[in-house]
């Protein structure tokens, strides 16, 4: 009787890691065609390359505002903000930081501004364009208020930490205030943290949608998925893998596996949070680049071979990587 038993719990184990394996592929299948379609159709012409930075800003300016706008009324601050899962966050990020920065100066020997560059690309993830998309789509609403509350904080603090550790570290920096002064004001002028902050505002003030502005906020909102992932696969035409490849496969095995990684032994071991809600932080911390990583670069003009090839590299992978830790995770 024993025997007859075992070859049929090897099948249902079987069955059950394939519908598993079905959910996660439900998840990311349909991201990632649309990323698939948006590069295919600028590389055959279907649709023009000089449009995609239009899309691009459409998404990063208005549509996106709108979704984070409209998500900040209803939010629950008891929930959203929590510290435990934004801390390690955040921590991750840091730490990735140094360890890309390190390993670009000793193992690819590139001077420390260069190095910093290189750090950064390790640490940007692709929080809306990519980030959001996935998080609904594995998670669903309630995962959400914890990840616009990360998306908030997103470019604000890391685009001031790289600043600051660049002009610290470059040769021909400038003065430190200097950097921590441009970062606020690239900050302050970002049109998704201004659409939060009003949205947060209105919440304080018990304001609700309505009517007209209700409509077309919703219709702004709803764009976000498609527009943003057909854009990134049309503007992934622009990057190539050159020499620097080994360095894009270091900066995007951090971002994919060791960022995620630190955050989620710092939330669960650590700190107790319950891994059904750390998931929502260390799923979003497994992001591929964002392209602020070669607007950065180039900016300071340090290493944008390796933020351009750690672009399309790691957005490449993110399929296999995502999929790994929705299986670890749970879908």
């Known amino acids: 009787m ?148 990360i998306i908030g904080l997103h470019a604000p603090v890391l685009m001031t930490i790289g600043m600051f550790v660049m002009e610290l570290a470059r040769r021909d920096g400038g003065k430190v205030s200097t950097a921590l002064f441009q970062g606020l004001k690239k900050s302050l002028a970002n049109p998704i943290l201004i659409g939060i902050a009003l949205g947060l505002l209105a919440n304080l003030l018990g304001f609700e949608l309505s009517g007209v502005a209700d409509e077309v906020t919703l219709l702004l909102a709803g764009t976000v998925m498609p527009v943003a992932l057909f854009g990134l696969g049309g503007a992934l035409n622009d990057y190539k893998l050159g020499e620097t490849w080994t360095q894009a496969l270091m900066t995007s095995s951090m971002q994919l596996v060791v960022h995620p990684a630190i955050a989620w032994v710092i939330m669960v071991p650590i700190l107790g949070v319950d891994p059904h809600i750390a998931r929502y932080g260390v799923l979003l911390a497994a992001m591929p680049a964002g392209i602020n990583v070669y607007i950065f670069a180039t900016f300071y003009n340090r290493a944008m071979d ?26």
């Open 2 to 149: 024993t025997r007859q038993l075992i070859p049929c719990l090897l099948v249902l184990s079987s069955l059950a890691k394939a519908f598993r394996m079905l959910s996660v592929l439900n998840v990311i299948a349909p991201v990632f065609i649309l990323i698939g379609l948006g590069y295919l159709a600028v590389r055959v012409k279907f649709y023009p390359r000089a449009g995609v930075g239009g899309l691009i800003a459409y998404v990063n300016n208005f549509a996106t505002p709108c979704l984070l706008f409209r998500a900040m009324i209803d939010v629950d601050f008891s929930t959203a903000f929590n510290f435990s899962i934004i801390g390690p966050f955040y921590a991750g990020a840091i730490s990735v930081l140094a360890l890309g920065a390190i390993g670009a100066a000793r193992v690819f020997k590139r001077r420390p501004g260069e190095a910093v560059a290189v750090g950064f690309s390790a640490m940007f993830t692709n929080t809306v364009l990519v980030g959001i998309p996935i998080m609904q789509r594995a998670y669903g609403d309630q995962a959400m208020p914890i990840v616009y509350s």
């Open 306 to 331: 390796v933020a351009a090839n750690t672009i399309l590299l790691s957005t490449v992978l993110s399929v296999f990587t995502i999929t790994g830790w929705l299986l670890l995770l749970g879908a």
